[in-house]
């Protein structure tokens, strides 16, 4: 069963660092592309960060880009997100997603259509 259990979430003030985890349940975790997404309350869900498969590709919204780092340690099964100088704006439900990649194929996605896996979400609240 393929399963993605996320943590590190919590309530942060403006300018603070936090990191996501996202725990992975099955064995071949370096086969799958991994991306973060988040949710705030009214707004659609939106893409935050993706890594590829081999984990030496990674891609940011504009919107973190040089605040955030995603990585994967595949010995541990668990994706990260490094968070850092947090705004308001980061307040969200944050998810982690994964998509199968199959033999040959070592890219990221950054559209919740592509992935097939997602994890239940943790609370990020960024207080000012």
């Known amino acids: 069963q393929v399963q993605l259990v996320e943590s590190g979430g919590g309530l942060v003030q403006a300018g603070d660092s936090l990191r996501l985890s996202c725990a992975a349940s099955?064995?071949?975790?370096?086969?799958?592309?991994m991306g973060w997404f988040r949710q705030a309350p009214g707004k659609e869900r939106e893409f935050v960060a993706a890594?590829?498969?081999?984990?030496?590709?990674?891609y940011y919204a504009d919107s973190v880009r040089g605040r955030f780092t995603i990585s994967r340690d595949d010995a541990k099964k668990t994706l990260y997100l490094q968070m850092s100088s947090l705004t308001p704006e980061d307040t969200a439900v944050y998810y982690c997603?994964?998509?199968?990649?199959?033999?040959?194929?070592?890219?990221?996605?950054?559209?919740?259509?592509?992935?097939?896996?997602w994890g239940q979400g943790t609370q990020v609240t960024v207080s000012s």
């Open positions: 099955w064995r071949d975790f370096s086969s799958y592309a």
């Open positions: 890594i590829n498969r081999s984990g030496d590709t990674t």
């Open positions: 997603a994964s998509r199968f990649e199959s033999f040959g194929s070592d890219r990221y996605y950054i559209k919740p259509g592509e992935y097939n896996y």
